[in-house]
């Protein structure tokens, strides 16, 4: 180890642009007192990055900060069904992640309320894209955890719906898969009515920051519980329940965590999921490795970019990186339209998009100088 009071020569690199960042965030050096300059002179040249830039910034290192996030989401969801008398939480369980976690988090309420867990309503929707495996799974997980459970097959209502507006089921467009997720949203409100109840949401920080959501589909209920919470995180959290658990219970969220993530709206080929988000927007990781480093420190795309390029080294090449970077951006800015009417949900870490809090972004805002940026890397 160093030998104390011994003098030496400390190389260090220092990230102005965050510290100011920080600063003007924090507003912390507000009364600074007068400060003296020294005069030094240097050759600029390219830092060589040695610092250790964590690839999933989202995610905790330690075990006890997983409980942690998971009381918060629950006490705020406790103290929401407290306060409006709500006889029942209504969940969409789709057997993804999201639902999955959403459930998860509301049977930790329950428990908090000496409430019974046929208290959540589990409703699954199966239409034209559901696969036989996310279906099986929803049915179980709600089963194991012991919710009243709803099947609601929406494919007559959302044939009849789309013969009124002259929708063809043939073309499988964004009025096909939006369709059918504001149909889903349709049954779950009118079911919480008629429950007494509550829409508990189900969609991510991670979809939120991209609009991967459909308006007023998915993108509403009537409390978010996963709105702070990235789907890097969201599959951290279901697959530390699945540690947790045993038998037929972590299995189903074993096998929630090994299904591809997709919103299910196209028909499935040969019946596998045939829409595979990933495929669609890019990796998740990557995305929210570019949430995290622009909202949390302010890193304008090249930054972003320089900082990927070191941690992702030999997981994704430079072209992937900034491929995905510059959907990123587009999508953030084109999308906060969805942002700026969202539910109220928890707030859980320190980056969150809710508009009453932490970001206020106009939903015109233009996204030229970052694009242009993110393209000429």
Not at 27 to 52: A, H, I, N, W
Not at 54 to 67: H, I, L, S, W
Not at 114 to 139: E, H, L, Q, S, Y
Not at 264 to 290: A, C, M, N, R, W
Request: aromatic fraction near 8%; hydrophobic fraction near 40%.
């Amino acid at each position: 180890g160093e030998k104390r009071f011994e003098n030496g020569l400390l190389i260090s690199e220092i990230d102005v642009q965050k510290l100011c960042y920080e600063r003007r965030r924090t507003q912390m050096m507000d009364q600074v007192p007068e400060l003296t300059g020294s005069p030094f002179s240097l050759t600029v040249s390219k830092t060589k990055l040695t610092r250790y830039v964590a690839p999933m910034p989202f995610v905790p290192e330690g075990k006890e900060d997983r409980d942690e996030i998971l009381r918060i989401a629950s006490l705020g969801l406790k103290k929401r069904l407290e306060h409006t008398g709500a006889k029942t939480a209504v969940v969409g369980l789709s057997g993804g992640l999201d639902s999955t976690l959403a459930v998860l988090i509301a049977g930790l309420a329950m428990k908090m309320l000496d409430r019974p867990m046929t208290d959540i309503v589990a409703v699954t929707m199966p239409c034209f894209g559901t696969t036989d495996r996310t279906r099986n799974n929803a049915v179980v997980l709600a089963e194991k955890l012991g919710t009243t459970l709803r099947t609601v097959d929406i494919s007559a209502s959302v044939r009849s719906h789309f013969k009124d507006i002259g929708q063809s089921m043939e073309d499988h467009d964004v009025t096909f898969e939006n369709g059918q997720a504001r149909m889903r949203t349709l049954v779950l409100m009118n079911l919480a009515n008629k429950n007494g109840g509550m829409v508990v949401g189900t969609g991510d920080l991670s979809e939120l920051a991209l609009g991967w959501a459909t308006y007023n589909g998915d993108h509403m209920s009537m409390y978010g519980v996963n709105g702070s919470i990235p789907k890097t995180l969201v599959r951290y959290l279901v697959a530390y329940e699945a540690d947790r658990t045993l038998g037929e219970l972590s299995d189903v969220l074993q096998d929630v965590l090994d299904t591809p993530v997709s919103p299910e709206l196209l028909p499935p080929k040969d019946g596998e999921i045939s829409q595979k988000t990933e495929d669609l927007v890019g990796p998740y990781e990557l995305h929210d490795f570019f949430l995290y480093y622009m909202l949390r420190f302010g890193y304008p795309p090249r930054k972003i970019f320089r900082a990927a390029h070191k941690t992702f080294a030999g997981v994704y090449d430079d072209a992937t990186i900034k491929k995905w970077l510059t959907t990123f951006m587009r999508r953030f800015f084109t999308q906060q339209f969805k942002r700026s009417c969202l539910p109220d949900g928890p707030k859980v870490g320190t980056v969150t998009l809710s508009p009453r809090g932490d970001w206020r972004m106009p939903s015109d805002a233009v996204s030229a100088l970052w694009l242009k940026e993110a393209e000429s890397l």
